[in-house]
């Protein structure tokens, strides 16, 4: 079970930061790759950062590169994605997901939460 918990509100100013948090349970493997993803109204779904299940890589979209960092404590089966320098473009629905197999296929995703970037 993946479940998103939000550190703030989810309406930031420009320039703001946020940090999402994601708590994974109940797989039965202890190893398991994790993504970020974010879906704007009529756009596609975009895989925004990832993390394999050691830390030691990350993948980010270009767009959020800088400004965007993924993180993991496996001693806490959670994963972080935390927000600085947002932007309005940034505004999307958001959502946390888990790749238990190591194979690219996120099986398990979390509930999602809106972050909208506007003053």
């Known amino acids: 079970q993946v479940q998103l918990v939000k550190s703030g509100g989810d309406l930031v100013q420009p320039g703001g930061s946020l940090r999402l948090s994601c708590v994974v349970s109940?797989?039965?493997?202890?190893?398991?790759?994790a993504g970020w993803f974010r879906q704007a109204p009529g756009q596609e779904r975009d895989l925004v950062a990832s993390i394999n299940w050691s830390g030691s890589y990350t993948y980010y979209l270009d767009s959020v590169k800088g400004r965007f960092t993924i993180s993991r404590d496996n001693a806490k089966n959670t994963v972080y994605l935390q927000m600085n320098r947002l932007k309005p473009e940034d505004t999307a629905d958001y959502y946390c997901a888990a790749d238990p197999n190591l194979t690219g296929a996120y099986v398990y995703w979390g509930q999602g939460t809106q972050v909208t970037v506007s003053s």
């Open positions: 109940g797989f039965t493997l202890d190893y398991y790759a």
